[in-house]
């Protein structure tokens, strides 16, 4: 049987962290996600396109454990996983970071970064140790945009409280982490500051999942691309092997040329 | 370095990063007297206020009472007097500054405090029960008026301000029954009455004032020195040590202002801290602990802060909520306890009158915001003694009543306007 969902780029190199195969999911009698296969590279950027409603964000809720799947299997370093609760996506090292609710303004960056998972001595707080270890990571990521760790976020941009938010998420003993839409309210310099972190967090060893409406963030940094079209894989595709116009196709058309869904399943979907 | 888990060294498994200052230092080298100067006035300037309105308020109501009334003001006995017309208000804002963090209101928290008074004073009178024993049935009343809060708050999600509503109402009807229509619980135990009426041996203040001085130095020195030392952002040590002053100053003098010999006749000593004072030193040390050192405190602050960004990192939302109503209404009780020792007995109006409107407001001078996730233990001290300075002058003063309710209540919606101004500002300082 053929496999018209893979495109030409699949399973080439890169060493595979979550790797998920045939994931259906459905709402009562709505069905979201039809046979989604969607792999995830140590060291690389993953784009998540489609358009609204092709089921970007249930794949991701499925992923963060939020959403029970219906069928399919995850394996997460080679292993067959069942993602039951966010607390069980945190603990295998799967981060996720919201557009925004990510951050209470009245507390410092530190306090933020660490929240939930505070470090503790006996019953006190470790403040010491946890600055110190949010140092380290934001000199790891080369943070240079914020002036001091003890800041509040309320007194921090846009781009820079997306900034804290990402380097959270790298804090942990995280392995992938999914963004989603990172640079959607962000102007043209804080947009590129952000996206040169989400490189930075492939370039660290992470598999990183960027969800963005926006292809010239998407070309930037990207690896490969895995288009969604009306809760299908259209296509998974080398950054390189595609121009923008393929992706516009495949994101509206779920297929482009000799990519994406067989004229027939494109149809169907309708 | 020493404490990590091994989770966590795997993500920092590189080793100890090193930090050009390029990289991520830059709030490591202004640290000096000046720039941290300038840091505290942006601070203040971006509509962070912290403390200056309740001390600029206590310094103002000193010297307009002590301006309209020399002769009685400012006396020896007016001040101790003044101190234990604070503590129930004190107390009762201390619980309330919890509430007011995850941004919800406690307006049952007054007659919380006569139920439990109500409780105590019956066990100790009807039932014989020894003051201990009494006690622990108010603050355990306390407890479970707070766990049916919190719980129709948290998990039924009825807004606080109508549930507390109700029990305002419902409450006040547990005292009258309690107490019955029209009588009076009389409090005669010894060491309940003590706590409000009598004063500790004048050696005995001053070595716990000294000693308490000393420790504040000792943990604010050896965290400036951890900190420095270990290379984080750190406040100039000139700064760390005029808190240390100001503090030890502040300590000391009330100390010896209450050391003073206050009896009017000269045949006997009336002096000392009142042991009710020494309550609210300890509830102090022991909330700011809570608030500022701990999980749970900085869970508190991370709930008022932004709700759904705390459950998304794993804090139980609902748990923390019920819990501060928890602890409003055990203050509560503790403040109930105080105000019967003080008055000697229990009314069926106990805690029904102003002392909500009070200990609101003096939590709210003292800078706690009504909006949830500003706020310290130490502003319930600061605003107790703004609101029992007001109480006291224009006592002295002999307004009329109907002045009394005005001044106050104005008192309380300029604090309030305060509060809401300044996070105006705060939002629009935020880029």
Redesign the interface.
């Known amino acids: 049987m053929t496999d018209p969902t893979r495109g030409p780029a699949a399973d080439r190199d890169g060493e595979p962290v979550l790797k998920i195969t045939g994931l259906n999911k459905s709402f009562g009698a709505v069905h979201v996600l039809h046979d989604v296969d969607f792999t995830l590279r140590k060291g690389e950027v993953m784009a998540l396109v489609g358009d609204n409603g092709a089921g970007k964000s249930t794949l991701i809720k499925c992923i963060a454990g939020i959403h029970p799947i219906d069928s399919g299997t995850v394996e997460f370093e080679g292993r067959e996983v069942e993602i039951g609760s966010?607390?069980e996506a945190?603990g295998l090292g799967i981060e996720v970071v919201?557009q925004d609710?990510?951050?209470?303004?009245?507390?410092d960056i530190v306090?933020?970064m660490f929240?939930?998972?505070?470090?503790?001595?006996g019953?006190?707080?470790?403040e010491?140790?946890m600055?110190?270890?949010a140092?380290?990571?934001?000199?790891?990521l080369?943070?240079?945009t914020?002036?001091?760790?003890?800041?509040q976020v309320?007194?921090?941009?846009?781009g820079q409280r997306q900034t804290v938010a990402i380097a959270k998420a790298?804090?942990?003993?995280?392995k992938v982490v999914i963004l989603d839409e990172p640079t959607a309210a962000l102007g043209v310099a804080q947009t590129r500051q952000v996206l040169d972190l989400v490189r930075r967090l492939a370039d660290t060893g992470h598999a990183v999942v960027l969800i963005s409406h926006n292809m010239n963030d998407v070309f930037e940094v990207a690896d490969r691309i895995t288009t969604l079209y009306l809760g299908r894989v259209a296509a998974e595709v080398r950054k390189d092997d595609v121009t923008h116009g393929q992706v516009v196709e495949l994101i509206t058309a779920g297929r482009s040329g000799d990519l994406g869904l067989a004229p027939a399943t494109a149809a169907e979907s309708m | 370095m020493s404490t990590d888990t091994p989770k966590e060294q795997g993500a920092m498994k590189s080793g100890p990063v090193r930090m050009a200052d390029a990289d991520f230092a830059a709030d490591r080298r202004q640290n000096d007297m000046a720039g941290a100067l300038r840091d505290y006035w942006a601070q203040v300037r971006s509509g962070d206020l912290g403390a200056i309105p309740a001390i600029l308020g206590i310094v103002a109501l000193v010297a307009l009472f002590t301006a309209l009334r020399p002769e009685t003001f400012l006396t020896d006995r007016n001040i101790a007097n003044l101190f234990t017309q604070a503590l129930p208000v004190t107390i009762l804002a201390m619980g309330l500054v919890f509430v007011l963090l995850l941004g919800e209101i406690d307006l049952s928290a007054g007659v919380t405090s006569g139920v439990c008074a109500a409780v105590m004073a019956k066990l100790i009178v009807d039932s014989g029960q020894p003051w201990y024993v009494a006690v622990l049935g108010a603050v355990v009343t306390g407890i479970v008026i707070g766990t049916a809060i919190g719980w129709l708050v948290a998990v039924i999600r009825i807004p606080s301000f109508v549930v507390t509503l109700a029990l305002f109402l419902g409450l006040q009807g547990i005292t009258l029954r309690l107490v019955g229509e029209g009588g009076t619980v009389p409090v005669r135990d010894d060491v309940i009455v003590a706590l409000a009426n009598k004063n500790m041996p004048v050696a005995l203040g001053w070595a716990l004032a000294a000693a308490c001085a000393a420790g504040y130095a000792a943990v604010q020195l050896w965290r400036w020195r951890q900190q420095h030392s270990r290379g984080l952002s750190v406040k100039p040590l000139q700064m760390v040590v005029a808190r240390v002053a100001v503090v030890a100053a502040a300590l000391l003098g009330g100390t010896l202002l209450l050391s003073q010999d206050r009896a009017p006749s000269p045949l006997i000593t009336l002096a000392g801290i009142p042991w009710g004072v020494l309550l609210v030193g300890v509830l102090l040390i022991a909330c700011t602990f809570v608030l500022g050192r701990t999980p749970y405190g900085r869970h508190v602050y991370a709930v008022g802060g932004n709700a759904e960004a705390a459950r998304r990192a794993g804090v139980n939302v609902t748990r923390i909520r019920i819990s501060v109503f928890m602890i409003a209404s055990t203050l509560a009780a503790i403040a109930g306890i105080v105000a019967a020792s003080r008055l000697n007995s229990v009314t069926p109006s106990s805690g029904a009158g102003n002392d909500l409107l009070y200990a609101v407001g003096a939590a709210v001078i003292g800078g706690t915001s009504l909006f949830g996730g500003r706020g310290k233990a130490r502003d319930a001290v600061l605003g107790g003694l703004v609101i029992a300075i007001i109480d006291n002058g224009l006592g002295l003063l002999g307004t009329k009543a109907y002045l009394n309710f005005l001044i106050t209540g104005s008192v309380l919606l300029l604090a309030a306007s305060i509060d809401a101004l300044a996070r105006r500002r705060r939002s629009s300082a935020g880029r």
């Open positions: 966010p607390r945190a919201y609710l990510a951050l209470a303004d009245n507390l306090q933020n929240l939930g998972r505070e470090r503790r001595r019953i006190v707080l470790d010491n140790a600055e110190q270890a140092r380290e990571t934001l000199a790891k080369s943070v240079r914020v002036k001091s760790v003890r800041q309320s007194s921090l941009s846009g790298a804090l942990w003993d995280s």
